[in-house]
């Protein structure tokens, strides 16, 4: 079936490192994929997306790029800020023939950075 | 501030009782989807309703239902429940019925706690 592996954290980081959250996924047929960030004490929110391979979806200095050799889509920042701190989750839409779209979604990745 | 709006926030109650939790989709969205957020499990897709209609169905128990209503808040009711339901349930709203894509504002979530 569709399913989304995201890397487990927590990840930690300080202000100004690079971040890399891996996410691979498994589906048929060509899935959009999403990336999605939760603040704290928020509901989730859409960062970036991207619907075909080799699409670059880029949001607030958020890249990812849809691999399809490598069935990855791996969220990237040069410049991590303390307001980045959040859980990002990773996720992907199907739509089974005759059926309608369904976000199937990854565990979640808790980001901290710290000043 | 997504213009999904979820009542209550927080929820206390005990094993074998029954809860309602209500969704305000965003003006103008027709679609109304619920998802589970749990530590073990992850986000997961429950169900979607458009326009009045069930749509998809995840992986909903069958202790639990949900309905949309003409001014299409839509409200999730989970019965029997166990401490396994305790959960941060979300919903989200679209404009279209998911059978081409359209972004997913989701609310800020209830709090649920089954002692």
């Known amino acids: 079936g569709n399913s989304v592996t995201q890397m487990e954290g927590p990840v930690t980081l300080s202000e100004e490192a690079f971040l890399t959250i891996n996410c691979t996924y498994t589906?048929?047929?060509?899935?959009?994929l999403f990336w999605y960030v939760q603040y704290p004490g928020e509901g989730l929110q859409l960062l970036l997306k991207a619907t075909k391979a080799d699409d670059k979806g880029s949001n607030k200095g958020f890249e990812a790029t849809y691999r399809k050799e490598t069935t990855s889509f791996h969220l990237e920042k040069g410049s991590v800020q303390v307001s980045d701190s959040a859980v990002y989750f990773c996720?992907?839409?199907?739509?089974?023939?005759?059926?309608?779209?369904?976000?199937?979604f990854g565990k979640g990745t808790k980001l901290t950075v710290n000043p | 501030d997504s213009g999904v709006t979820q009542t209550p926030k927080h929820l206390i109650t005990a094993t074998g009782q029954r809860v309602t939790l209500r969704c305000s989709p965003r003006?103008?969205?027709?679609?109304v989807y619920w998802y589970q957020q749990s530590l073990d499990q992850g986000l997961q897709f429950l169900i979607q309703y458009y326009n009045g209609e069930e749509r998809a169905k995840g992986n909903i128990l069958e202790r639990f239902s949900a309905q949309q209503f003409p001014d299409l808040h839509s409200e999730l009711n989970l019965s029997s429940l166990e401490l396994g339901d305790s959960a941060l349930y979300f919903c989200?709203?679209?404009?279209?019925?998911?059978?081409?894509?359209?972004?997913?504002?989701f609310g800020p979530g209830t709090r649920l706690t089954v002692l």
């Open positions: 003006s103008g969205d027709l679609s």
């Open positions: 989200a709203s679209s404009v279209g019925g998911g059978f081409s894509y359209n972004e997913q504002f």
């Open positions: 589906a048929t047929g060509y899935p959009s």
């Open positions: 996720a992907l839409r199907t739509k089974p023939q005759g059926g309608s779209e369904k976000l199937v």
